[in-house]
């Protein structure tokens, strides 16, 4: 890019965006009435346009960090978030096994997987207000203890109701990198990354937690999961410093040392949490931008990953005769092929498609340009759909594999599509945005499991399957509007006057 293209998108974004900077928090320009203003030096991301927000001069700035820094800490969430969903999803395949061990049945048996779904959405809603006071490292280190605790317990219970309870407090464990994530990463790839590890946890889970229970016991696909996140846990308490930082008020504070960010010291911040802080999440609810992205994204996780976890340990076994190794091949690996499909184009391309319309405006990075990527989003409807009739005709495996493969791919571009717009259009709100859409998903999908199996086995599945893809299509629209009209309906509701200093 040339020193004139870069000069004209440092231009346009003063007059478009300095003026506001009390709104947009990108930059804050200090300004004296007894002494002239002095110039605005913005800094540009490598593609030469204006950061936003803009780092501070403060070296503690996890802006201003190294890249490898950046990239060690997106790893290590994303890592977490993998970790966590796979947890939650390697005793799918043996739902038919420990349903007759515990004398349940195969539907009482997901509820393993639906209660964990529940409560991981649910806990981020109360531990948001915390987590932008007391920052994000505590709470990652506290809450995985409780996690790996769940796990063990899960995995050494002598009831059913013992391997639920066990679950419960795995899902309020889990639930950190799950909900808060997304606050912690940068966009664009990178939060193409983070979504790729959380989705395809429950994916590639099934392939694994076959095998052990076949070889082992479905007990240690509780146990296994605990002891990665010792592992990791340790990891987390040498390595993972704090990333909450304050905009406002950084002149004051003096630089620390690597050592000192793994320390707890209290408050990040220095204000009180009041009860108004619980009920913020719920306030971005209000914002379109946020509310109608989370509202497709809730059909699209359900209808596109949840639906086959709960269907698929029943249908391969009735269907196909296969064992719970089998059960897990076909129940994971092809929404884990397609959804890293559709990573590779979704991350680049959403970028790409952003950059692209800053060049054709004058720097101005339009959230909206994200958008463009709907179209790929109904392959995950086209899978659901086919993936029906081929079950109710008994079809070879390899149909419902490649059905699940398509849906995948269309699940994968939805997530990248969903969190990167959503954070792009309102930053510091980033984490409440995580929460939000993490409830919407998680309390749509812990449904699935009461319905899924009876709504297919009385209406037939040629007929429950594209119903169910058909609603995710219908939650599709309003996110096509959004494209048209979603930057004057967040010009008109305004920007959220909460956590304008994060």
Known sequence: MTQKQDSSHVESFNEANINNSDAEKGV???SDKAEPEKPVHLKLDKSGFPMVPQPSDHKDDPLNWPIWAKVYIVLMVSG???INQMGSALVNPTFVVMAKDFNVTVVQASYCTTVYILLSGITPMFIVPFSNIYGRRILY??????GIAAQIGSGAAATYGGVITGRVFYGIGASIPIGIGAATGERGVYMGIYTLCVNNGPHIAPIIGGYIALNLSWRWCFYIPGIINAGLWVALLFTFPETLFSRDDFSNLEGTSYVSKLLFKGKVLNRPIRFWDFITPYRMIGYWAVSLPSIYWMTA????SAL???????LAAELYQFNVA???LLMGLPLTIGCMIGEATAGWVSDMLLNAYAKRHNGHRKPEARLFLMPACLTLTVGVIVYGPCVQSHKP???LALCMGVAGFGLQVGATMVYTYTTDCYKPQSAEIGAVINLYKSVFAFNIGFYAVPFGESAGWQVSFPVLGAIN???LLPVIYLYFKGEKIRERQGLPKIHEDL
């Not at 996780?301 to 596109?304: E, L, P």
């Open 80 to 82: 977490l978030g993998f």
């Open 141 to 146: 280190l506290t809450f995985s203890l409780v």
């Open 397 to 399: 495996w390899i149909a």
């Open 308 to 314: 086959f976890a709960v269907t698929g340990s029943h």
């Open 473 to 475: 299509t219908v939650t």
């Open 301 to 304: 996780n359900t209808y596109g």
């Open 326 to 328: 089998q059960t897990g």
């Open 28 to 30: 804050r320009v200090a």
